[in-house]
C-alpha cells in the first residue's frame, strides 16, 4: 500500500476541491466531517441486496485485482482519524444509500449533502489511491452506472417529496431566495408544478421575468449559461499536453477528433464555472445552424495529478477535464458574418455527468435559444471560436480560481464579432 495521505493535505485539498468551489459542500471542514460521518453511519443500516449497479461494481472487485487495490488504497490511505468509510462493503452501502435517496435542502450550510457523492469521497480524492481509482476506466464505468440509476431515481415522481415550502424543502423560504425561484417558471400547485426532482433542478427560466434581457446588437455573442470565468486563452493548439500544471486546451481531445477540429485550430477558448446555485440550461450563443451535435462518455472523479502534492488540484482540473471528463458537444455555423463556427461544449464534473442535448444536426436556432442542460447542479463550460473571430468583452480570470472570476450571464454578451 502507498503512504498515508495526512490530515494537513486532506484540509487543504478540501478547501480546494471542485466540489467546496461549487457550494457542494460545507464551508467548514470540522463540521462538514460530522455531517460525512453521520452520512456513512446511516448508510451501515442498508441490509438488503445491493442495486444492480452496485453489484456491478462489487462483482468488478471480486474479479478484478488491479481495481481492488485501487479501491481499497483510498480507503485505507485516508488518515485513521478522518476515516469515515471502513472498507469496502461499508463503501458499498453507502453507494447503495446514495442512489436511493433524493437530495434535501438545508438553509444551515454546514449540514447539506446536496452532492453526496462528491462529500463520499472527497478525502479519498486525495490519495494515490484515489487519483489512481478513478482515472481507472472500468471504475469509472460502474461509478457512471450508479449515477445513471441515480439519475432515473430523481427523475421519478416519488423525488418530487422534498419539493415542498417546509424547513428541509426546496421551496422553503431561504431556498427560495438563494436559487432566485422568482426567475424560474416555479407554479403555485404543489411541488412547484415540478413532475420530479430532476425537473426542478434543470428548470426553466420565466419567460416573463424582465431582468435577463438579449444583447441586441447584430454582432454580439452572448453567453450560454450563468456562471464565472475560469480563463480565456487564444491561439488554441490542435493538440497539446493538457494533463500538464499549465493546462493548455487540445482541441482534438476536447472535440473528441471531431472533423470540425480544424475550424478553431488558432482560436479563442472561453472556459466558464457553474456554481451549484446558478441556473442549469445552456443557450445558444450566436444565430445559426446546427451541424455537429454529439455526447462524449468521459470520467466522473478524474483530476488532474502533479507528482507533489497540490491543493488547487481540484477548482484547476476544470481544464483538464475538458479533454477527459462525459461532455456536450454542439457546433453552430453562425448566420452572421465573419464569426464562422462556434462551439458550446458543457463539461461534466463528479455528480453532474448528465448532459442533456435539446437540439439535432440540421436545427435552425436563435441567441439565447435554449439547447440542453445539466442534471444535478453546476459544472464547466467551454465556448470554442474560429481564430480572429471575436474580440473579448468578458474579463479574463489570471488565476483562474473561479472565485476569483467575473460573472456571466445567460443571454448577457460576452465577445463581439469582428
Given at each position: 500500500?502507498?503512504?498515508?495521505?495526512?490530515?494537513?493535505?486532506?484540509?487543504?485539498?478540501?478547501?480546494?476541491?471542485?466540489?467546496?468551489?461549487?457550494?457542494?459542500?460545507?464551508?467548514?471542514?470540522?463540521?462538514?466531517?460530522?455531517?460525512?460521518?453521520?452520512?456513512?453511519?446511516?448508510?451501515?443500516?442498508?441490509?438488503?441486496?445491493?442495486?444492480?449497479?452496485?453489484?456491478?461494481?462489487?462483482?468488478?472487485?471480486?474479479?478484478?485485482?488491479?481495481?481492488?487495490?485501487?479501491?481499497?488504497?483510498?480507503?485505507?490511505?485516508?488518515?485513521?482519524?478522518?476515516?469515515?468509510?471502513?472498507?469496502?462493503?461499508?463503501?458499498?452501502?453507502?453507494?447503495?444509500?446514495?442512489?436511493?435517496?433524493?437530495?434535501v435542502y438545508h438553509w444551515d450550510p454546514a449540514l447539506r449533502q446536496f452532492f453526496p457523492l462528491s462529500h463520499l469521497f472527497v478525502y479519498m480524492m486525495a490519495t494515490d489511491?484515489?487519483?489512481?481509482?478513478?482515472?481507472?476506466?472500468?471504475?469509472?464505468?460502474?461509478?457512471?452506472?450508479?449515477?445513471?440509476?441515480?439519475?432515473?431515481?430523481?427523475?421519478?415522481?416519488?423525488?418530487?417529496?422534498?419539493?415542498?415550502?417546509?424547513?428541509?424543502?426546496?421551496?422553503?423560504?431561504?431556498?427560495?431566495?438563494?436559487?432566485?425561484?422568482?426567475?424560474?417558471?416555479?407554479?403555485?400547485?404543489?411541488?412547484?408544478?415540478?413532475?420530479?426532482?430532476?425537473?426542478?433542478?434543470?428548470?426553466?427560466?420565466?419567460?416573463?421575468?424582465?431582468?435577463?434581457?438579449?444583447?441586441?446588437?447584430?454582432?454580439?455573442?452572448?453567453?450560454?449559461?450563468?456562471?464565472?470565468?475560469?480563463?480565456?486563452?487564444?491561439?488554441?493548439?490542435?493538440?497539446?499536453?493538457?494533463?500538464?500544471?499549465?493546462?493548455?486546451?487540445?482541441?482534438?481531445?476536447?472535440?473528441?477528433?471531431?472533423?470540425?477540429?480544424?475550424?478553431?485550430?488558432?482560436?479563442?477558448?472561453?472556459?466558464?464555472?457553474?456554481?451549484?446555485?446558478?441556473?442549469?440550461?445552456?443557450?445558444?450563443?450566436?444565430?445559426?445552424?446546427?451541424?455537429?451535435?454529439?455526447?462524449?462518455?468521459?470520467?466522473?472523479?478524474?483530476?488532474?495529478?502533479?507528482?507533489?502534492?497540490?491543493?488547487?488540484?481540484?477548482?484547476?482540473?476544470?481544464?483538464?477535464?475538458?479533454?477527459?471528463?462525459?461532455?456536450?458537444?454542439?457546433?453552430?455555423?453562425?448566420?452572421?458574418?465573419?464569426?464562422?463556427?462556434?462551439?458550446?461544449?458543457?463539461?461534466?464534473?463528479?455528480?453532474?455527468?448528465?448532459?442533456?442535448?435539446?437540439?439535432?444536426?440540421?436545427?435552425?436556432?436563435?441567441?439565447?435559444?435554449?439547447?440542453?442542460?445539466?442534471?444535478?447542479?453546476?459544472?464547466?463550460?467551454?465556448?470554442?471560436?474560429?481564430?480572429?473571430?471575436?474580440?473579448?468583452?468578458?474579463?479574463?480570470?489570471?488565476?483562474?480560481?473561479?472565485?476569483?472570476?467575473?460573472?456571466?450571464?445567460?443571454?448577457?454578451?460576452?465577445?463581439?464579432?469582428?
Amino acid at each position: 500500500m502507498s503512504r498515508t495521505t495526512t490530515s494537513a493535505a486532506i484540509d487543504a485539498r478540501y478547501y480546494n476541491s471542485f466540489a467546496y468551489a461549487g457550494g457542494y459542500l460545507p464551508k467548514d471542514r470540522a463540521r462538514a466531517h460530522a455531517t460525512l460521518k453521520e452520512l456513512t453511519e446511516r448508510a451501515t443500516e442498508w441490509k438488503g441486496d445491493h442495486i444492480p449497479p452496485v453489484a456491478d461494481l462489487e462483482t468488478l472487485l471480486q474479479t478484478d485485482p488491479v481495481v481492488l487495490q485501487y479501491v481499497s488504497d483510498m480507503i485505507e490511505q485516508v488518515p485513521e482519524d478522518e476515516r469515515t468509510v471502513s472498507d469496502i462493503p461499508h463503501l458499498l452501502q453507502c453507494l447503495d444509500h446514495i442512489a436511493t435517496t433524493t437530495p434535501v435542502y438545508h438553509w444551515d450550510p454546514a449540514l447539506r449533502q446536496f452532492f453526496p457523492l462528491s462529500h463520499l469521497f472527497v478525502y479519498m480524492m486525495a490519495t494515490d489511491g484515489g487519483w489512481n481509482a478513478f482515472r481507472n476506466k472500468l471504475f469509472n464505468d460502474k461509478l457512471d452506472g450508479i449515477l445513471q440509476y441515480w439519475y432515473g431515481v430523481l427523475s421519478g415522481k416519488e423525488s418530487r417529496v422534498v419539493l415542498n415550502d417546509g424547513p428541509t424543502g426546496w421551496l422553503s423560504p431561504p431556498a427560495y431566495q438563494e436559487f432566485r425561484l422568482f426567475e424560474f417558471d416555479v407554479k403555485d400547485e404543489e411541488y412547484g408544478g415540478f413532475a420530479s426532482y430532476n425537473d426542478f433542478f434543470h428548470r426553466a427560466l420565466d419567460p416573463d421575468f424582465p431582468y435577463r434581457p438579449l444583447a441586441s446588437d447584430p454582432k454580439a455573442i452572448v453567453s450560454p449559461n450563468d456562471g464565472k470565468v475560469v480563463r480565456w486563452r487564444s491561439d488554441v493548439k490542435r493538440t497539446d499536453q493538457f494533463w500538464l500544471k499549465g493546462q493548455p486546451y487540445s482541441l482534438e481531445n476536447m472535440l473528441n477528433g471531431s472533423t470540425y477540429t480544424d475550424k478553431f485550430v488558432g482560436g479563442d477558448v472561453l472556459q466558464t464555472f457553474l456554481s451549484g446555485a446558478d441556473y442549469h440550461r445552456w443557450h445558444a450563443p450566436v444565430d445559426g445552424k446546427v451541424v455537429a451535435v454529439e455526447k462524449v462518455s468521459g470520467y466522473t472523479f478524474a483530476e488532474l495529478q502533479s507528482t507533489l502534492p497540490d491543493p488547487t488540484a481540484g477548482t484547476h482540473s476544470q481544464c483538464y477535464g475538458a479533454s477527459v471528463n462525459t461532455r456536450g458537444i454542439v457546433i453552430i455555423e453562425s448566420t452572421a458574418p465573419k464569426i464562422g463556427h462556434v462551439c458550446v461544449l458543457p463539461v461534466g464534473i463528479t455528480e453532474i455527468s448528465s448532459i442533456t442535448h435539446c437540439v439535432k444536426v440540421g436545427d435552425t436556432v436563435t441567441k439565447g435559444q435554449d439547447i440542453g442542460r445539466f442534471s444535478f447542479g453546476g459544472s464547466s463550460m467551454c465556448l470554442l471560436f474560429e481564430r480572429g473571430a471575436v474580440d473579448r468583452l468578458a474579463p479574463d480570470n489570471p488565476s483562474s480560481d473561479p472565485d476569483n472570476g467575473a460573472p456571466v450571464f445567460v443571454n448577457g454578451q460576452i465577445a463581439r464579432a469582428r
